[in-house]
């Protein structure tokens, strides 16, 4: 296992909901970025929400309304909540941290986990 292992994906219909969750091993995430991102079948991996160490958080507007990002510090854990899920939700979900970066560019992230599958079908 890597430093962050995801778990929670799985196939809904559409509207359905999941939570996806992330736990850190080997090092403390309460003073990291830590962010969400999914890469959709056949396209590059994309942002999907960040959570700041001070707790502010921000959306990508495919998303914004629907999911939530947060994170208990003290079971070193990330969360997404996604609701009204929709097909082009489909995607490998992935965890990521950093210490000093929070913002969409994925090759500014040191920490990944290997991913969840999340499959909306209509």
């Known amino acids: 296992q890597g430093p962050l292992v995801e778990s929670g994906g799985a196939s809904v219909q559409s509207g359905g909901s999941l939570r996806l969750s992330c736990t850190a091993s080997?090092?403390?995430?309460?003073?990291?970025?830590m962010a969400w991102f999914r890469r959709p079948p056949g396209k590059q991996r994309e942002a999907v929400a960040r959570?700041?160490?001070?707790?502010?958080?921000t959306y990508e507007d495919p998303v914004l309304g629907r999911f939530t990002i947060s994170r208990d510090n003290a079971k070193n854990t990330l969360y997404l909540q996604m609701n009204n899920l929709e097909p082009e939700d489909t995607a490998t979900y992935y965890c990521a941290a950093d210490s000093y970066y929070c913002g969409p560019l994925t090759d500014r992230y040191r920490y990944w986990g290997q991913g969840t599958q999340v499959t909306v079908s209509s």
């Open positions: 080997g090092y403390i995430m309460s003073d990291k970025c």
């Open positions: 959570i700041y160490a001070s707790g502010y958080t």
